[in-house]
């Protein structure tokens, strides 16, 4: 049988990644019981504490067991984390330890949402893919520069290492999870008794850009701040780089360096999040929206909708503004 282990870690206010977790993986086991097979998981919840509160000690978990009790395990999951990232690294080092030792000794890691933080700070994500909520994106960006980000993915899978993007979307990733241990079969029972939609790859309609600005580049936020001033605009690198009397190869590697977007992916972003106020907000037409964020083609416009949002701007403007919808 495999061992699954569902952190605790101290000083955290999120409970639900762990609860869900948990209840998705149990309920997972029973129906492999129901089918005649036998548990392929033994579950626990395991920290450094045996208390943790949760929500201004609304809330509470006692972990079964310390982490210094299980010399291996096949598989953890660390649950999302609290908003002051640096505290949480620091007040779980010896749990960050542990996931950097387990790994090497061949356990497969999952994080939730922010617990990428927790999962970067031990090491095995550096060079390697991941993804985390998009609001944490910039502050994850500063803190790990190894580690190669992709906040529009929702889930990413690389040498036993699983990450998911934001809040709730850790019920795809369990999902996921579960396809990935037990079968096709057992996933699409578990998200019909949960109600999570299967296979979705993409949190990009859910993201909210606001350009990353925790860089040092001074250069680079003048250029972001005239980009975000002229959004009616087409603004070629070309302009830009003489704009600020640096040479069109240097210009794009600084850009990108601080912001993780070239400037031509920045640009666009801050067209495509004006247009998406728009039609969250107004009736306006496709090609009036199109026009007020500088583009004159409305296939490239439908084009780079879709590429950011993973959605046409017909469908965006459906979802999100019922009135213009009717």
Known sequence: MKHLTILVPNGQNNLSSIVGAYKIFTRANEYWKE???????????????????????????HPHTNISAISKTNLIIIPSLNHNYQ??????????????????????????CTGAFMLAASGVLDGKRCSTHWAAADTFRAMFPTVN??????????????TNGGAYSFLNLMIYLVEKYYDRQTAIFCSKVFQIEMDRQSQSVFTIFTGQKLHGDEMVKQAQAYIESKLHEKISVEQLSSRFAVGRRNFDR?????????????????????????????????????????????KAFREVFRKITGMSPLEYRSRYNKEAAL
């Not at 097979?37 to 579950?43: D, M, N, V």
């Not at 980000?149 to 699983?162: K, P, S």
């Not at 993780?260 to 907000?281: D, H, L």
């Open 35 to 61: 089918t005649g097979r036998a548990q392929l998981f033994t579950i626990q919840l395991a920290g450094i504490s045996n208390e943790v509160a949760f929500h201004d000690g609304l809330f509470s978990v």
């Open 149 to 162: 980000l992709q906040a529009d993915q929702l889930i990413t899978d690389e040498n036993g290492i699983y």
């Open 87 to 112: 505290n949480a690294v620091t007040g779980n080092e010896l749990l960050i330890d542990w996931i950097g030792k387990q790994y090497k000794e061949g356990a497969e890691i999952a994080s939730i």
């Open 254 to 298: 600084r850009f990108a360096r601080a912001t993780g977007n070239t400037p031509v992916e920045y640009s666009q972003r801050v067209k495509i999040e004006s247009a998406k106020k728009a039609f969250e907000t107004t009736r306006k037409t496709i090609n009036e929206v199109m026009y007020e964020v500088g583009y004159m083609d409305v």
